[in-house]
């Protein structure tokens, strides 16, 4: 899944750049939040689903995910993998490993003994 987060780069931003977005302001609602978000899954034709940080960024900020971060969450609910700060610090190759290791499938537990 992909989750939204704040805008990187908006236009209003006093950081604004040349790279910024032209046309994207920073929302201040999250409803203005949940437009760009769906904005943006369309843009990118996301077919995953798409969860949308609050507005207090505790998602963000709890995985360190600004600008960019890649993760993979096990079944178990903990942190599998951790990459680099993004895009620069992304390691798909490194990623695609980690996730084939934990997608392997495991040898089925033995059959107890008749009773």
């Known amino acids: 899944m992909v989750v939204y987060i704040s805008e990187a780069h908006p236009s209003d931003s006093p950081r604004a750049r040349a790279g910024s977005n032209k046309n994207v302001l920073d929302p201040t609602t999250f409803e203005q939040r949940v437009k760009l978000a769906e904005t943006t899954r369309t843009h990118l034709k996301l ?36 990459g680099g700060r993004g895009p620069r ?7 695609a490993v980690r996730l084939s290791t934990l997608l392997k499938p495991t040898a089925p537990p033995p059959t107890p003994p008749p009773k």
């Open 47 to 82: 077919t995953v689903p798409v969860l949308i940080d609050g507005m207090d960024d505790k998602v963000a900020a709890a995985y360190a995910a600004h600008p960019d971060r890649l993760y993979i969450v096990g079944t178990d609910g903990k942190i599998a993998y951790q």
């Open 89 to 95: 610090g992304f390691k798909i190759d490194e990623m």
